[in-house]
T-cell receptor, first 115, second 113 residues
Framework: GAGVSQSPSNKVTEKGKDVELRCDPI?????LYWYRQRLGQGLEFLIY????????KSGLPSDRFSAERTGESVSTLTIQRTQQEDSAVYLC?????????????FGQGTRLTVV | KNQVEQSPQSLIILEGKNCTLQ??????????LRWYKQDTGRGPVSLTI?????NTKSNGRYTATLDADTKQSSLHITASQLSDSASYIC????????????FGRGTSLIVHP
């Protein structure tokens, strides 16, 4: 596709359930980022992928959060045993890596609501 | 630690008026600075990108300035429109390592008719 695609666009889940959020980056973009945005707050960095490896996982808030990327393409962010404080919009971005003026293109986000 | 600070946190202006948003950063070594516009419920969209040697860059009614010596940038919006209501995010990328960008928390702009 022409842009970054995320699915689902909205997800409502019960507290304690696991959820998987998907990101399809722009074809050929080797860098992929996940961010979290709580209501009224700024973007919070979660994890960065270069190819299929994640050199920076420093933003993952707890061990309930994990992410993987395969084929230098699709990435999945998994939240286990969801809590109400996990409710947020999860944004994915991709960019060409190792270039000086790299623009990050964002998907529309997945709005996660934990009830 | 790399930081990007934006001010004001929120701004309300009347349609047709001008406004200026500020961004201060500590990212070093510096590579580039971008301003993004994020409409409610949408992903951020890039407005401008500035590198070390650029002082001013315009995109329609948006004009960004950069002072790499003082590590400050501003985004000036001229003749504001209702559609300018959004969050404006300053993003700074470093020149070393993996170019992971540092995001400011954004300025929320509301334009009233």
């Amino acid at each position: 596709g022409a842009g970054v695609s995320q699915s689902p666009s909205n997800k409502v889940t019960e507290k304690g359930k696991d959820v998987e959020l998907r990101c399809d980056p722009i074809s050929g973009h080797t860098a992929l980022y996940w961010y979290r945005q709580r209501l009224g707050q700024g973007l919070e960095f979660l994890i960065y992928f270069q190819g299929n490896s994640a050199p920076d996982k420093s933003g993952l808030p707890s061990d309930r959060f994990s992410a993987e990327r395969t084929g230098e393409s699709v990435s999945t962010l998994t939240i286990q045993r969801t809590q109400q404080e996990d409710s947020a919009v999860y944004l994915c971005a991709s960019s060409l890596s190792r270039t000086r003026n790299t623009e990050a293109f964002f998907g529309q986000g997945t709005r996660l609501t934990v009830v | 630690k790399n930081q990007v600070e934006q001010s004001p946190q929120s701004l309300i202006i009347l349609e047709g008026k001008n406004c200026t948003l500020q961004c201060n950063y500590t990212v070093s070594p510096f590579s580039n600075l971008r301003w993004y516009k994020q409409d409610t419920g949408r992903g951020p969209v890039s407005l401008t990108i500035m590198t070390f040697s650029e002082n001013t860059k315009s995109n329609g009614r948006y004009t960004a300035t950069l002072d790499a010596d003082t590590k400050q940038s501003s985004l000036h919006i001229t003749a504001s429109q209702l559609s300018d209501s959004a969050s404006y995010i300053c993003v700074v990328s470093g020149a070393g390592g993996s170019y992971i960008p540092t995001f400011g928390r954004g300025t929320s702009l509301i334009v009233h008719p």
